[in-house]
């Protein structure tokens, strides 16, 4: 089980790499997850591995998540994103990446960009959330999920039904994450961000036609100069796996465009 030491913390990170046949650079493509019940498995078993065969993929549990360690605090968009510099520098990446984010994974991805527009090539982004006026007023026990595009009571019942079975052990997981860290206080504690029109790198962002927070796919088209938005029709905040071959094929065709 692959883990790697940063930023003081221990965390689960799986590589996926192709020998091209000329030994040719490749691009860097990192992916970040949602949040709570997500890891990196959503894009290991969607998309990471045909990216794979174009650009060196990088896939992270952030902190809390999956395998990697559950501190008691250290939740806040800039406690992520100081992870993820102090992984690309354990990994000796010195060049811009193209940062892949789903859901909360968006939001990590955009602070990147903001905070070091030198070491992002491009976002890809999928149903990307960002904190917006009222967003902290969500972020209170099972209403933090709500509030991310899951629904509270499919939350609750996923955790009641594996209590008793082979996955209680991450039920049980998600629920001192949720009950014994500081991951709600400081997500609550979130501010609206002012500085979407700051970004500057190619951007690609798609969205559900039925997702609870198409607002923000708008503002993302409004604010962030050249923006490509696609709306998915049919498809809620679970887009990557609902339409899984359909992303893929954007993504693909977007490591091909700005790789």
């Not at 709570?36 to 959503?42: G, K």
């Not at 904190?131 to 509030?147: D, K, P």
Request: charged residues 25%; negative net charge; hydrophobic residues 45%.
């Amino acid at each position: 089980m692959p883990q790697v030491q940063a930023n003081g913390l221990s965390f689960h990170v799986q590589v996926l790499k192709t020998n091209d046949a000329d030994d040719s650079p490749r691009p860097k493509v990192v992916m970040l997850h949602g949040l709570v019940i997500d890891n990196l498995s959503s894009w290991y078993y969607t998309i990471a591995p045909a990216v794979a065969l174009h650009a060196d993929v990088y896939l992270i549990d952030l902190r809390g998540h999956g395998r990697s360690d559950m501190p008691t605090t250290g939740y806040t968009v800039e406690d992520n994103v100081d992870d993820l510099v102090a992984l690309l520098d354990h990994w000796g990446i010195d060049e811009p990446v193209h940062l892949f984010g789903n859901s909360f994974g968006g939001v990590v991805s955009l602070a990147l960009a903001h905070r070091h527009p030198e070491r992002v090539a491009s976002l890809f982004l999928v149903e990307a959330h960002f904190a917006v006026e009222g967003w902290g007023e969500h972020m209170a026990g099972s209403l933090a999920l709500a509030a991310f595009g899951l629904d509270e009571d499919a939350v609750q019942n996923w955790l009641a039904e594996n209590a008793d079975r082979k996955l209680s052990r991450l039920a049980k997981r998600a629920e001192r994450f949720l009950l014994e860290t500081s991951l709600i206080d400081d997500l609550q504690a979130e501010q609206p961000i002012g500085w979407l029109a700051e970004i500057t790198c190619p951007t690609f962002a798609l969205y559900g036609s039925e997702s609870d927070i198409l607002d923000r796919a708008r503002e993302l088209e409004n604010k962030v100069a050249g923006c490509e938005l696609e709306i998915v029709a049919d498809c809620t905040h679970s887009l990557l796996t609902e339409q899984a071959a359909l992303v893929r094929d954007r993504a693909l065709t977007w490591i091909d465009r700005v790789g």
